[in-house]
């Protein structure tokens, strides 16, 4: 529709070019690349998705609904976004876009193509030690790291398939792991290498492989989607951190029922997803360094076995208060091998949250190992701003009493904010300042009563994770994180700035305390950069990370030192990250 609006006025206009002259030109001109810009997101209002952590694109479509492009009631707590729920609106600017010679074959009406997905290719380098999350099939590892993704997508009626594999070469060299040279004691198989899938590190020598990644098959009638697919999933309102889901680690096979595009009705608009998916084993000994024969004490081997997950989002943005989106994420992990045949078993998520309503005492259901959150994000365009939290526990309360005295228990939460600020309207040049806070640690209800770790569970021994990596949080189990940062953004332009503190695993640091200071705590300051010049779209990130007490180290002062006399066992890292994506 819009590209015919576009095409009818440049047909109007090129009739009276000649007695206007150049001022018509100037004016055909832009009436052209309008039509341009109208063809490239027709091409996208098919069905396609924008995979959880697109460079730039992502997080430029959730700024444009700070700035009053973007309707409000997309919430971005269900992604992938499918682009069906964007495309009719006007987020993109002259000059934003380049014209796109993606679609290979696309019928009269432009309704069903075959088009061509973005290229991409990641480049990562750790110096001494593992760093990062977010990245999707990427691996925690020291050294040089590549991503390269490509694909195709194509649509006809209302089936679509999107074929998005991505290759993962990772140098995976060794570096110091918990343990220094004898490698991993007891305290750290209980809580770690025992009870969830965390390699320290993923095999000896060069990792390679090729992963489905953002591959699709649908079946899609607006604004509702069935269909099986192996992308990335992001649930809830956090930019940086995910409880329930995020895209830390490789995309899980999953069937999959969702909302396509917020579905509007009197008391407001809803969206959601439903899936049931396969989570597989990483296939490495969860630790190979320091004395391996060590670890052949100490482990013990898992249950052979892949882990089904039933899980469910929901997202409520009220009629009455538009940008004001309030939901709730819940999720079940099982092993394959000891769940049964029943309708629960396989949609554990209709179990009553309270465990007093529960009347499954069978030994199976303590072998599932459930998560839920609460969410909410208000979108404010007239303030260009957006706040938003995630509360989450990873034990079911007894009953409302011990809800409510006891709120805290196996709690997580997240917080965030982020504000625009214009600075110059003729150019659109705009400051960013955000910040976001995420607690995974245990509270002190763990004195009074058994709180494990988030992610980790005694009889679902993979825990959260797949292949390897977390499903949510991408901190680590009893992990925290402040971080703040400040941008300069033009379009898809952005230079900024961001500083973190990351404490790991203090759930892990309490059980091997011999002394209260040695807390893991890695300091990082980074600086980034997002450019794009035609279809070439660059992304370049350093970041600076001082670890303080690396691997929960240090040496301890003489019993008559000051108490803050002892020497720290720091280490230094430097992270580097290069993208490049290539529009066709």
Known sequence: MASRIFFNRLVMESTVMESVGARGLWRYAKLFVGYVLSLFIVSFSNGQTVPVGTPVLDDYLRRAQLLGKLDSSISFNVRPLSSSAWAEFDVFEEGDLTKSNSVLWNSRGGKDLVRLLPAQ???????????????????????????????????????????????????????????GENGPDGAWY???????????????????RLFPGQSSFRITFDPVSFGLSTENLWWGPGRQNSILMSNTAPGFAHLTLNTSKPIKTYVGSFEGQLVAGRLEQSGFLPSLLGDTSRHHRLYRAKPDTWRYLSGMVLSYQPKWVPGLSIGMNRTFVMNRDGMGRSFRDYFPIIIPALKKNDSDDSESSDSKD????????????????????????????????????????????????????PLNSSKGSMLELNGEVTQLAVTNTRRIRQAGSWYGHHQVRDGYTNRGQLLGAGIGPGSNLQSVGVSWIRQFKQVGIQVERLVHNEDFA?????????NWVDAGVGAFVDWDYGNWLASLNIKYIH?????FKFEAPAPSADYWHFDGQDNNNVAIRLGLMYRF
């Not at 670890?547 to 691997?551: G, V």
């Open 121 to 179: 290719l990641i480049q990562q380098v750790n110096t001494k030690y593992p760093y990062g999350w977010n990245d999707g099939s990427m691996i925690p590892a020291r050294g040089y790291q590549l991503f390269f993704s490509a694909g195709i997508f194509a649509k006809y009626r209302f089936l679509s398939i999107q074929f998005n594999p991505e290759l993962i070469v990772a140098q995976n060299k060794r570096y110091e792991g918990y343990g």
């Open 190 to 208: 209980a809580r770690y290498g025992n009870i969830i899938d965390m390699p320290e590190l993923f095999g000896n020598g060069t990792y390679t």
């Open 370 to 421: 459930q998560l839920i959150s609460f969410f909410f994000r208000w979108a404010i365009p007239k303030a260009h701003a957006e706040i938003y939290g995630e509360y989450a526990r990873n034990d079911h309360a007894w009953d409302n009493r011990d809800l409510t005295v006891q709120l805290d228990h196996t709690r997580a939460y997240t917080v965030g904010l982020r504000k625009l600020v």
């Open 510 to 518: 309490l059980d091997i305390k011999s002394d209260f200071r040695r």
């Open 547 to 551: 670890a303080y007490n690396y691997q």
